[in-house]
Each structure stands twice: as C-alpha cells, then as structure tokens.
C-alpha cells in the first residue's frame, strides 16, 4: 500500500500564478480531505468528498479556490490566481467508511507563493 | 457540532520526564477518539485511537491515552519522553453521526536532551 499519494512535493510560484496541488487516496478509501496548515491558522480543512461527491466545502477560503474528485482514485485543489497569503503545507487525508475509522494522510505539498 | 480544545499550546520536557498532554472533547454522544503526531517536516500519524472497551489505549512508541467519559477528556501520556518524540501532537474527535474528524489545535512539544 503506497499510501496517500500527493504531487508535487514543494511548489514555488509567483504571485497570479495558477497552482494545482495533486492527490491520489488510498485505493478503497471512500472519502478525501484536502486540508491547509500554517504557522498561524493550524490546521484548517478545506474540503471534504464523499464517494467522489464533494460534502462540505465550507472551508474553502475564496473564489480563487476550487477542487475536483473526478473518480476515486484522484482529487486536484487548484488555486487560481495564487496569492503570497496562500502560502502553506496543503495535506490531503483519505479514509474508508467515514471518520471513524481515522484518516490517512499525506505527506502534504509545501506551498510557496512569491 | 463537536469541538476539541487542547489546552497546552507548547510543552517543554526534559529527557526521561513524563509528558501528560491534555484533550477535552464537547459531544454528548458516542465518540471516537484520536491522536495523531506530526514529526518536524513530516505529514500527520495515527499515534493511537478508541473506539469503545478498555478506556485505556495504547498506541505505538509508548504512547498512551485514556477516554474519561464524564471528563469528556482524552489524555496522551507517556512515562519517560525522549529526544525523539519532539512533534506537534492533535486530538482528534468524531463522531457516529458524522464523517469528518474535529482536530484540536495542537500541543508543540520539545524535549530537551
């Protein structure tokens, strides 16, 4: 089992930038969590699917963020334009048969925008 | 909806000390609990859970928690921490009603050696 496969591992880009942030879950898990961690805000979901069907995107900060799961075994969070306050580690998590069972995560992608 | 507070914000520890870091959880229902660690760098991993029975949890690396019910509380300890446990630490809640897990904000830990 490879885990919760995220792409890329580190971004840097500039200011008005389009950013896509990859994740691939766990083979069988059947809900996906995109999650955003800084310094200052902790760790602050974004936006959750359930059975590739996104469930609550309360989280999401803006406009400038969206996310798509366009079958199981994929999910991108694109911010677009990329802002330097946008500037994070994004984790994505997946689990199977709901929260109870706890989530895998990944190993994230550090956000860079100058 | 559940919340989860962790009270200690940053814990320093000297080698061989015992570390207690603090969970209170707000639900009134059945809950399922967590902890997870995140090394310097690193992602978030399931340190230990529970789910009903013993209220006495182990996890892994010595780690332990224990569920009070009428304490609404989920405690980590662990008798003696080394260097190497210095991580940031989440309790976590969720409930059967839903499917999303509740995070505290985190106790940064540093052991000193």
């Known amino acids: 089992d490879a885990g919760v496969i995220q792409s890329p591992r580190h971004e840097v880009t500039e200011m008005g930038q389009e950013v896509t942030l990859r994740c691939k879950p766990i083979s069988g898990h059947n809900s996906l969590f995109w999650y955003r961690q800084t310094m200052m805000r902790g760790l602050e979901l974004l936006i959750y699917?359930?059975?590739?069907?996104?469930?609550?995107d309360s989280g999401m900060p803006e406009d400038r963020f969206s996310a798509k799961m366009p079958n199981a075994s994929f999910s991108t969070l694109k911010i677009q334009p990329s802002e330097p306050r946008d500037s994070a580690v994004y984790f994505c998590?997946?689990?199977?048969?709901?929260?109870?069972?706890?989530?895998?995560f990944g190993s994230g992608t550090r956000l860079t925008v100058v | 909806a559940q919340s989860v507070s962790q009270h200690n914000h940053h814990v320093i520890l000297s080698e061989a000390a015992s570390l207690e870091l603090g969970c209170n959880y707000s639900?009134?229902?059945?809950?399922?609990l967590f902890w997870y660690v995140q090394y310097p760098g690193q992602h978030l991993q399931l340190l230990l859970k529970y789910f009903s029975g013993d209220p006495l949890v182990k996890g892994i690396k010595g780690f332990e928690a224990e569920f009070i019910k009428s304490k609404f509380s989920f405690n980590l300890r662990k008798p003696s921490v080394q260097w190497s446990d210095t991580a940031e630490y989440f309790c976590?809640?969720?409930?059967?009603?839903?499917?999303?897990?509740?995070f505290g904000g985190g106790t940064r830990l540093m052991v000193k050696p």
């Open positions: 639900y009134g229902g059945t809950v399922n």
């Open positions: 976590a809640v969720s409930t059967n009603a839903g499917n999303m897990l509740t």
């Open positions: 998590a997946s689990s199977v048969g709901g929260a109870g069972y706890g989530y895998t």
């Open positions: 699917f359930n059975n590739n069907v996104p469930i609550d």
